[in-house]
């Protein structure tokens, strides 16, 4: 099955920064995914960007899709303490692919 | 509002017993998934199912069942078979193809 990395492992920064985290897959895709989970919570869909898209928006959220390089980006702007999460890339189909260990962001107030 | 439910959130079983997780949604998806995770660690696929009546293995699916009678619902058991089910488990649901998962609140599994 198919895998997404996220890197960094873990980022923290103040609130107000910009956070940028990476995700790099291995094979081929229709779309990629990325998802937020609090602490011992489900996790929440964020946003979806197809193959033959380079870039989205939503919000603060925006996401950039490079299928040469085979890797996206989700840049979180003017971030805020409850940003604090992990975050994860998954490709699809869904049921193909699993989920990397994600990154762990930590927003300091 | 639609939504896919887990339950319990807690649960905990002696070592040796079977164990029945829940897993019910509303949203009228047709695929249906389960999903391991342990501390600090992503996600496993244990098995999903895209039709009623019709599933398959994900990467980890030793000593682990599932069955998918209704679309509604997809029930994990955690076998004693299962070496190490001491674990967060997350059930997730999509309309399938390009639109992402739908997950539930997780239930924690601990054997005692």
């Known amino acids: 099955s198919q895998q997404g990395e996220e890197d960094p492992q873990a980022l923290s920064i103040q609130e107000g920064e910009n956070a940028t985290m990476n995700c790099s897959y291995k094979?081929?895709?229709?779309?990629l995914q990325w998802y937020r989970q609090n602490s011992g919570r489900g996790l929440v869909h964020l946003i979806l960007?197809?193959?033959?898209?380079r870039e989205k928006h939503s919000g603060r959220l925006r996401v950039t899709l490079d299928t040469s390089k085979k890797s996206s980006s989700l840049l979180i702007t003017a971030s805020r303490a409850a940003d604090t999460a992990s975050y994860f890339c998954a490709t699809d189909p869904p049921g193909k692919s699993t989920f990397g260990d994600g990154t762990t962001l930590t927003v300091k107030p | 509002d639609g939504g896919i439910t887990q339950s319990p959130k807690y649960l905990f079983r002696k070592e040796g017993q079977n164990v029945t997780l829940s897993c019910e949604q509303n949203?009228?998806?047709?695929?249906m998934y389960w999903y391991r995770q342990d501390p600090g660690q992503g996600l496993r696929l244990i098995y999903y199912?895209?039709?009623?009546?019709?599933?398959q293995k994900g990467d980890i699916a030793e000593g682990y069942s599932v069955s998918r009678e209704k679309k509604e619902s997809f029930p994990l058991t955690v076998t004693s078979a299962q070496k190490n089910p001491t674990a967060f488990y997350l059930c997730a649901s999509s309309k399938g193809g390009s639109y992402g998962y739908t997950f539930g609140s997780g239930t924690r599994l601990t054997i005692v």
């Open positions: 949203l009228n998806h047709d695929a």
């Open positions: 960007i197809r193959s033959n898209e």
């Open positions: 094979t081929s895709i229709n779309n």
């Open positions: 199912s895209q039709i009623v009546n019709d599933f």
